[in-house]
């Protein structure tokens, strides 16, 4: 499924400044390289998510949890988020690997791991089961969605839309997944947008730039880094173009500082930072493998968050998003 441009960004109101949010895919831990498997994934990493709690409230900052089916059985994950959102010091959302997430009818395989490849109506009884568990383990009903491996699909913004949800973050732009069957962003960019003209469902995308003396030529060179590992690895390490999320997995902070200043002098206003929450604990992601590279993943954050503040960033939560999205 290829994602097109949107027809109408959001027109942020100018009191709203520039701002950023903080998402985790909140998700048990697996083996990335491995086949999907319904059994066989832990929840070793559920007690840091108090750590990063910690953390990221000395910076007035609400996170977003966008979680998925392992974690909200997890007792103890359960009494955490229950605890956040009773204080109001972060967002619960809804997060949905489709091979851990019943009801299981769907044989298990590349292309059935992205929830918008599913069936209409099996993705629909999947989403409502986690949304539903979410609710009835935390106390809130979840208006916020990230399909799992970003696999929105043609039902997908229609059922959130009937299933009340006001904002979903489903889309990494300039990532083209279709190789596995999955989503095409190569034509989307970081603004936010309103899906159909109601604004009742706001898409609020992962921020990904390019920087580069390429970066205003990059709809060519772009496609030809998707399809070929060689050319990508060319253009990036000569510095022509580079392709950069926004999050610590993988990306170095002076990278990430680069692109937060391209970002900025494009006008983006608001920027969406991402990382999964295995990264939390040593051993369950690559970005993360023992315990040197977990004190560099704090020491990644407390670098981004001064210089976000050095350009007068400022974080916000999905509540002032929404408000501000209306209001402009």
């Given amino acids: 499924m290829k994602i097109q441009k949107p027809d109408r960004h959001v027109k942020w109101p100018s009191e709203f400044g520039r701002r950023f949010l903080i998402t985790i895919d909140t998700e048990e831990e697996f083996d990335w390289d491995a086949p999907f498997e319904r059994r066989g994934h832990t929840t070793i990493t559920v007690p840091m998510l108090q750590k990063y ?46 091979w851990i997430n019943p009801p299981f009818e769907e044989q298990i395989n590349d292309h059935n791991s992205f929830a918008g490849n599913l069936p209409k109506e099996l993705e629909e009884q999947k989403l409502v089961t986690l949304r ?19 696999g929105i699909g043609p039902n997908t913004t229609e059922l959130l839309l009937k299933h009340g949800f006001a904002l979903d973050s489903s889309i990494r732009p300039r990532f083209d997944y279709s190789r596995e069957g999955g989503p095409d962003f190569l034509s989307v960019d970081s603004r936010p947008y309103w899906w159909g003209k109601d604004e009742r469902l706001l898409e609020v995308p992962l921020t990904t730039v390019y920087s580069g003396i390429l970066r205003r030529q990059y709809s060519l060179a772009a496609t030809v880094m998707e399809k070929s590992p060689l050319a990508n690895a060319l253009l990036s390490r000569s510095k022509m173009l580079e392709r950069i999320p926004l999050t610590p997995e993988g990306i170095s902070a002076r990278e990430t500082k680069e692109a937060i200043d391209v970002a900025l002098d494009d006008d983006l206003r608001l920027l969406v930072f991402s990382f999964h929450s295995p990264s939390l604990s040593p051993g369950h992601t690559p970005y993360v493998r023992d315990q040197d590279e977990l004190d560099g993943f704090y020491d990644w954050w407390r670098e981004i968050l001064d210089h976000l503040e050095s350009r007068d960033v400022k974080p916000v939560d999905i509540d002032d998003l929404l408000q501000a999205a209306k209001s402009a």
């Fill in 53 to 98: 709690q910690e953390f990221v409230e000395k910076y007035g900052i609400k996170p977003v949890y966008f979680v998925d089916y392992a974690i909200i059985k997890d007792d103890q994950a359960a009494a955490f988020l229950r605890t956040v959102a009773e204080q109001q010091s972060a967002t619960i959302g809804v997060h949905l690997h489709p």
């Fill in 132 to 150: 539903d568990a979410i609710r009835d383990r935390v106390g809130v009903t979840p208006n916020t969605y990230r399909a799992g491996r970003y």
